[in-house]
């Protein structure tokens, strides 16, 4: 057993956390954006996680052949960043340059307040994998004084 | 007298003590790699020597400690390299950034505490086997 | 807890109690005399000899997989080189209090 796949698989988290608040603010950012990258309004991203194996396939298939029983270690991955396929919100304004020919213009699904709650999470879940990484070196620090 | 005393450390210790200077080299890239974490163009650099030392070391065999040569590690006492050539390499990477940067600035930490605590452990196994060699120099007195 | 604690304490009594027999045994006659448990003053050196090259090999070969990365056994692998320190701590006490009975013995005017 390694102290260094937890450390491992705490990166990782961190890692994800702070994708996930990368893409978080691009969503703020681009709240009132009429133009995005595909032609309409700017679409929210969301980032999709994925539970994945630990990488070192030699040793789960040694874990797995010892009789390890239980479930595989696994660290989180980002796999996809997806966009929103909702429709965009309609707003009623002539005076805008991107209005269609009824003056409304569509403007991209963000709800600020929704983006500012993902944030806080975001943080809590970066400072809990952060905390988890210290513990895990406070831990192997501890197991080199054994018999000192 | 210095070759006295350098006689009394065995092949592991030697290893330990090329570990030493190793990993030292090693904490140096990674620091490299953090502050660059946000240059453009960047790309993450990795040392590796662990290899090369079990395979002096033979631990990927079943041969027993005794046969290894500590001449190997000749120049570990006064701290030079010994037989090995780890090189600093660009580490392959999937994910680059937009700015043409890999370095993924949680790993890089998480590999510097790795480095750190494996130095440490390294530096406690030579202090234990001095102490034993203390206390038998002493008669356990 | 109080499980692991009390079998702890049991193998340094068990070790103690060992090493009183040979020193009560040692003072009563020669270096040859056979003790309590069966074996000489010498066997029992001897094989504690040998424990200690196995606990020192151990604790080597532990190291060194440690510091190649082969294993992240830390705890496992500070445990064998304490054990080593502690075999071979005793072996040169058994040694000192067997080199102080012969000391004893020489001394005798008889």
Same mark, same amino acid.
């Given at each position: 057993?390694?102290?260094?796949?937890?450390?491992?698989?705490?990166?990782?988290?961190?890692?994800?956390?702070?994708?996930?608040?990368?893409?978080?603010?691009?969503?703020?950012?681009?709240?009132?954006?009429?133009?995005?990258?595909?032609?309409?309004?700017?679409?929210?991203?969301?980032?999709?996680?994925? *539970?994945?194996?630990?990488?070192?396939?030699?040793?789960?298939? &040694? @874990? #797995? !052949?010892?009789?390890?029983?239980?479930?595989? $270690?696994?660290?989180?991955?980002?796999?996809?960043?997806?966009?929103?396929?909702?429709?965009?919100?309609?707003?009623?304004?002539?005076?805008?340059?991107?209005?269609?020919?009824?003056?409304?213009?569509?403007?991209?699904?963000?709800?600020?307040?929704?983006?500012?709650?993902?944030?806080?999470? *975001?943080?809590?879940?970066?400072?809990?994998?952060?905390?988890? &990484? @210290? #513990? !895990?070196?406070?831990?192997?620090?501890?197991? $080199?004084?054994?018999?000192? | 007298?210095?070759?006295?005393?350098?006689?009394?450390?065995?092949?592991?210790?030697?290893?330990?003590?090329?570990?030493?200077?190793?990993?030292?080299?090693?904490?140096?890239?990674?620091?490299?790699?953090?502050?660059?974490?946000?240059?453009?163009?960047?790309?993450?650099?990795?040392?590796?020597?662990?290899?090369?030392?079990?395979?002096?070391?033979?631990?990927?065999?079943?041969?027993?400690?005794?046969?290894?040569?500590?001449?190997?590690?000749?120049?570990?006492?006064?701290?030079?390299?010994?037989?090995?050539?780890?090189?600093?390499?660009?580490?392959?990477?999937?994910?680059?950034?937009?700015?043409?940067?890999?370095?993924?600035?949680?790993?890089?930490?998480?590999?510097?505490?790795?480095?750190?605590?494996?130095?440490?452990?390294?530096?406690?196994?030579?202090?234990?086997?001095?102490?034993?060699?203390?206390?038998?120099?002493?008669?356990?007195? | 807890?109080?499980?692991?604690?009390?079998?702890?304490?049991?193998?340094?009594?068990?070790?103690?109690?060992?090493?009183?027999?040979?020193?009560?045994?040692?003072?009563?006659?020669?270096?040859?005399?056979?003790?309590?448990?069966?074996?000489?003053?010498?066997?029992?050196?001897?094989?504690?000899?040998?424990?200690?090259?196995?606990?020192?090999?151990?604790?080597?070969?532990?190291?060194?997989?440690?510091?190649?990365?082969?294993?992240?056994?830390?705890?496992?692998?500070?445990?064998?080189?304490?054990?080593?320190?502690?075999?071979?701590?005793?072996?040169?006490?058994?040694?000192?209090?067997?080199?102080?009975?012969?000391?004893?013995?020489?001394?005798?005017?008889?």
């Amino acid at each position: 057993m390694s102290f260094f796949k937890a450390m491992d698989i705490s990166s990782s988290g961190l890692a994800a956390q702070r994708l996930r608040m990368n893409v978080l603010s691009a969503n703020l950012a681009n709240a009132q954006s009429t133009r995005g990258d595909d032609g309409g309004p700017y679409r929210r991203r969301d980032v999709v996680f994925s *539970a994945v194996p630990t990488g070192n396939r030699f040793d789960d298939f &040694l @874990n #797995d !052949a010892a009789g390890g029983g239980g479930a595989q $270690l696994r660290k989180v991955e980002v796999v996809n960043i997806h966009k929103d396929q909702k429709a965009p919100r309609r707003v009623f304004d002539p005076g805008n340059p991107d209005a269609d020919a009824n003056g409304y213009v569509e403007m991209p699904n963000i709800q600020v307040m929704t983006e500012m709650v993902n944030m806080i999470a *975001a943080t809590r879940a970066f400072e809990a994998n952060a905390t988890a &990484l @210290n #513990d !895990a070196k406070q831990m192997a620090m501890k197991a $080199l004084d054994i018999g000192r | 007298m210095n070759r006295l005393v350098g006689g009394i450390f065995n092949f592991a210790d030697r290893l330990q003590m090329t570990t030493l200077d190793q990993r030292l080299k090693r904490s140096q890239v990674i620091s490299a790699n953090i502050a660059n974490s946000e240059t453009p163009g960047y790309r993450a650099l990795g040392y590796d020597f662990e290899q090369q030392l079990a395979s002096l070391a033979h631990l990927d065999q079943q041969v027993p400690i005794k046969v290894t040569n500590p001449e190997h590690f000749r120049n570990a006492f006064t701290t030079k390299d010994g037989n090995i050539e780890p090189d600093v390499y660009v580490r392959p990477t999937e994910s680059v950034g937009q700015d043409g940067n890999t370095v993924d600035v949680d790993e890089e930490m998480a590999k510097m505490a790795k480095n750190q605590i494996l130095y440490r452990s390294s530096v406690e196994m030579l202090n234990r086997k001095i102490g034993i060699l203390k206390y038998a120099i002493n008669g356990g007195r | 807890m109080t499980n692991i604690t009390g079998s702890f304490s049991q193998q340094i009594l068990n070790t103690l109690r060992d090493m009183q027999t040979e020193a009560r045994s040692l003072s009563g006659g020669g270096a040859g005399k056979e003790t309590k448990s069966g074996e000489s003053f010498a066997d029992h050196l001897h094989q504690s000899l040998n424990e200690v090259n196995a606990a020192n090999v151990k604790a080597d070969k532990m190291g060194m997989e440690l510091s190649t990365g082969k294993t992240g056994n830390i705890h496992e692998t500070m445990l064998a080189t304490t054990q080593a320190e502690l075999s071979f701590n005793l072996m040169v006490q058994i040694r000192n209090k067997a080199l102080e009975a012969y000391n004893d013995i020489m001394r005798m005017p008889v």
